[in-house]
């Protein structure tokens, strides 16, 4: 009975609801794009927008029956509108709990990925009081004027109706009076219909025809998805694109600025390469399978769609984007300590900084986002907060070599760091300046540091599905091992023969590597483990690891965020992993993700928090401060990671190389949007690079490389400094031009002068930013980011162009044009909706030059969405 009284009520409010969010979650919609559209267009297609809202609400009100349903079909209709205003309601309360957060707007076709997976719940969860506030204001809304809400629409649904009614009454009265008209004339007709409903009806139907024409008119792009309306847009819920595994590939397509490019197609004078192990690891088929076993293989994934000669695979010999410096020699201080054998390499450790920015690595004065910073304080408090700052991050500065001033000019203390680093002075390594990662979302960020390839631009860690293109590192190094194994082909025992002949080696070039894979959070999260057991990782201590009563040491803390715990609990398996490094005969590979400085920054309940932050400025700072200090926390773990190294006495023979996966966007850069999902800006790309040996000179590199180069420069330093025997020198000599990217230790090639020849711009001087820009003069390195959460927007840069281009993958979304030169932390972008707007403005605003650069640049991006499919074999379903 209770259920019953409470009906008449709920009508109203289910319908009240329904508008209330409806109508928010619209204006909100369009609110995030505003900026980017033409005034005047918006005027005047307005009508066409709410057209649909029109339609829900109408449909919503014929269901939501009101005094209490009575019949069964009442009641069946009064439950639909019910959870069709429960659904436009939370949705509406996601999408502003979601903007409050990030600035941006949620895309519900990405959802699916996400609620399939546990972790990825989680993240969505620890935004859930956002959205639990978002939908308290809705109802709150939405019960105060249900009343009227419900009443105002029954009023306008009565006139519709008599307008209907009278419109129909009126056109079977003409028809009847046209009737008697012909048969027997009489003038008075008209005066037998109401002249003011003959009006109405009129006006009615001229404002439907020209409804219906703008909608006819509108440009499809960003007309279309401006109108999505709730709850229909949750449809694309439902609308999910999935990979293909067995698909065939993708035939390429041509490339639309050089053609210089002479393609050799990969299985021309194809042979079986000697270096190649018996059984290659993963990452070696494309050397691996002869021509022929592939034609009569049944994998369609081996074979172009509608046929073609090359099997598909990435063929370096007929990339047009490839530039290769090695023909370029070694940094002179380098190559002299590679002649001296004193630089030896038996053990590589590769850390993933997780949201790294470049400008806190270390944390000092100059950059924007340090002036941000300070803008929180007063003027009579930024010195004190300079010298906080500055403290931050002792450890990168010592890696880095970027030592650090104070605000009395002063070099930072770094005697309380926990390490203290022991090379010599001006000895450390390389130190690269410039560098952008390859995607803003971690894993297929992971996959350009850890296999030298770049990430397919679709959403999530599609990758998983599929063959990684090139030897990732752990597979490189089983293939050195397999090349070890006691032999019994008589070939084989020849080279063993000849390699224990060589001189100059030293008895830990015979050793076994070993790959481990360390994160003290959850590798469950959108199929992390999957691709790290692709990589060829068979050893991984995660946070399941942490958990399990089994495990030799278990968390001791509590966990700091919904991935699992700080990178601290690792310490007893990184000690015993080092000493085993150092007495049991083995060369170590360990790759390592930190997690502390993960949204939501929260660090250990017995780490210190300092006060970074002032509270100037109407932007909240309380994110940026615990980011700030899940730096410093980190900071301190990279300097025990290096002290422990010292422990176990391998720091002399250790590579240890650091980079960010991704930066990290605050409000402090850009208050519109925050975060980096769907975030194009700059603030989520620069991360640090660090190639860090006690024993190799220091050298700091400018240069628009990306994490692409990790591979080659780990595997050229590896073969320059002697520290592998003759067969796997061997090996890593041939794959080594395989990969995209450059090695860092020569200097970096940001464009080849086509006119000048290319060998004439090995001699010249770097400069990081190049000449004007003159297409087809020269051909730039260019560098793609793919945008968490990856098939939705993407970035295109030129190594030596200071322009940047956001190319939309799909159609909701905008083109954005910056000049990072003049404007390097993003502050102007310059957005439109098409290609040919944007050209017309920057051309307004910026010249000819950087238009002409644009063109080409969207000409590339839009080649290269392509080209990563098919070298991926991905196809969509
Ligand atoms: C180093 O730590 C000691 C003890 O905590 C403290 O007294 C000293 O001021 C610190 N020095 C610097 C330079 O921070
Ligand atoms: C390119 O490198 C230079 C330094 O060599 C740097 O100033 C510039 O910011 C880099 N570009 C980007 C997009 O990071
Ligand atoms: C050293 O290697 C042996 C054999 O592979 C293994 O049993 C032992 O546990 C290893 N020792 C350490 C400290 O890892
Ligand atoms: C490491 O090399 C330095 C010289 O750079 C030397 O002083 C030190 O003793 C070496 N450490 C070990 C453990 O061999």
């Known amino acids: 009975m209770s259920l019953l009284a409470f009906l008449p009520a709920f009508a109203p409010f289910a319908f009240s609801t329904l508008v209330v969010s409806g109508l928010a979650s619209k204006a909100l919609h369009i609110g995030i794009h505003i900026h980017s559209l033409p005034f005047l267009y918006l005027v005047i297609y307005s009508p066409t927008l709410v057209l649909p809202e029109i339609l829900i609400i109408t449909c919503a009100r014929l269901l939501l029956q009101w005094p209490a349903p009575e019949t069964k079909l009442q009641w069946l209709s009064t439950c639909v509108g019910g959870i069709l205003g429960l659904l436009t ?19 519900w076709n990405a959802s699916n990925s996400f609620l399939s997976d546990p972790a990825a719940m989680k993240i969505l969860l620890s935004g859930i009081s956002t959205v639990f506030a978002a939908a308290a204001v809705l109802g709150i809304a939405a019960w105060l004027l249900n009343t009227q809400v419900y009443n105002l629409t029954g009023l306008g649904l009565q006139a519709i109706q008599d307008l209907l009614l009278s419109g129909y009454n009126f056109c079977r009265g003409g028809y009847q009076t046209r009737y008697t008209l012909l048969s027997a004339p009489s003038k008075s007709w008209i005066n037998s219909v109401d002249i003011r409903s003959a009006r109405r009806a009129a006006f009615v139907v001229a404002a439907c025809f020209s409804l219906l024409f703008l909608e006819l008119v509108r440009p499809a792009i960003p007309y279309d998805h401006l109108s999505a309306a709730l709850p229909l847009s949750l449809l694309d819920a439902f609308n999910k694109k999935s990979s293909t595994l067995g698909g065939c590939r993708n035939p390429a397509t041509t490339f639309p600025l050089w053609t210089d490019v002479d393609p050799v197609p990969l299985d021309e004078g194809w042979s079986r390469p000697s270096w190649l192990p018996q059984n290659p690891p993963g990452g070696f088929r494309r050397w691996d399978v002869h021509p022929d076993q592939r034609a009569e293989s049944d994998n369609p994934s081996w074979y172009l769609c509608g ?23 070694i940094y002179d201080p380098l190559k002299k300590a590679f002649e001296q054998h004193a630089v030896s390499i038996d053990h590589v450790i590769l850390v993933t900084l997780e949201s790294g920015r470049k400008d806190m690595f270390p944390m000092q004065q100059g950059s924007p986002l340090f002036h941000s910073l300070l803008d929180s304080h007063p003027d009579e408090d930024r010195d004190e907060a300079t010298d906080r700052l500055v403290e931050m991050t002792p450890v990168a500065q010592m890696l880095t070599g970027e030592y650090v001033k104070n605000s009395k000019g002063k070099p930072v203390d770094l005697r309380n760091a926990t390490w203290h680093d022991t090379a010599q002075k001006n000895m450390g390594g390389l130190n690269v300046r410039g560098a952008v990662t390859g995607s803003s979302l971690t894993f297929k960020s992971i996959l350009g540091s850890h296999c030298g390839v770049n990430s397919l631009p679709v959403d999530m860690l599609e990758e998983s599905l599929l063959e990684i293109y090139q030897p990732c590192l752990p597979q490189l190094f089983e293939a050195f091992n397999q090349a070890k194994k006691p032999q019994v082909e008589p070939s084989e025992e020849h080279i063993v023969e000849k390699r224990s002949l060589a001189p100059n080696q030293s008895e830990s070039l015979k050793y076994p590597w070993k790959s481990v894979f360390m994160q003290s959070i959850t590798d469950d999260y959108d199929r992390q483990d999957i691709m790290n ?139 519109d949007l925050t975060g980096t999902y769907n975030n194009p800006h700059i603030s989520n790309f620069r991360v640090p690079l660090v190639f860090r040996h006690p024993h190799m000179p220091r050298i700091n590199i400018n240069a628009n490389a990306t994490s692409l180069s990790i591979i080659p420069t780990i595997l050229d330093m590896l073969i320059q400094s002697h520290s592998l025997d003759e067969r796997d020198s061997e090996i890593a000599s041939a794959v080594l031009p395989e990969y995209q990217g450059q090695s860092l230790i020569r200097p970096f090639l940001p464009f080849i002068n086509e006119t000048s020849g290319s060998k004439n711009t090995t001699e010249r001087d770097l400069t990081p930013l190049g000449p004007e820009y003159e297409h087809p003069h020269f ?91 098919r070298i991926w074999g991905y196809r969509e379903a």
Do not use: C
């Open 533 to 671: 057991e692709h990589m060829g990782f068979r050893h991984k201590v995660v946070k399941s690891t942490l958990q399990d009563h089994e495990s030799k040491y278990r968390a001791e803390g509590e966990e700091i965020n919904y991935f699992g715990y700080a990178e601290t609990e690792l310490k007893p398996y990184i000690r015993d992993l080092f000493e085993e490094a150092a007495i049991n005969k083995t060369r170590l590979f360990l790759s390592h993700v930190t997690s502390t400085t993960h949204h939501p920054w929260e660090t250990p309940e017995d780490f210190a928090m300092e006060h970074y932050m002032g509270n100037q400025g109407n932007i909240n700072h309380g994110l940026m401060n615990n980011y700030l200090n899940a730096a410093r926390f980190v900071d301190n773990w990279l300097g025990d990671i290096m002290t422990m190294l010292d422990e176990a006495g391998i720091a002399n023979n250790t590579l240890v190389v650091f980079v960010g996966d991704h930066g990290q966007a605050f409000g402090e850069d850009n208050r």
């Open 779 to 869: 051909k730039s390195v260019w560098n793609f980011g793919v945008i968490n959460s990856g098939g939705a927007i993407m970035s295109v840069m030129a190594a030596n162009i200071p322009y940047r281009l956001i190319l939309p993958i799909q159609e909701d979304f905008e083109y954005t044009f910056t000049h990072l030169g003049d404007d390097p932390a993003e502050l102007n972008p310059i957005k439109a909706w098409t290609l040919s707007d944007l050209v017309d403005l920057v051309e307004t605003k910026l010249g000819d030059e950087p238009a002409a650069w644009l063109k080409d640049a969207e000409k590339v991006g839009r080649w290269y969405v392509n080209d990563q499919r």
């Open 89 to 107: 309601w939370g949705a509406s309360a996601i999408q502003f709990g979601f903007f409050i957060q990030t600035g941006a707007e949620v895309a």
């Open 307 to 329: 046929g073609g000669d090359d099997g598909g695979f990435y063929n370096p010999k007929a990339d047009p984007l490839k530039i290769s410096n090695l023909d370029r020699g």
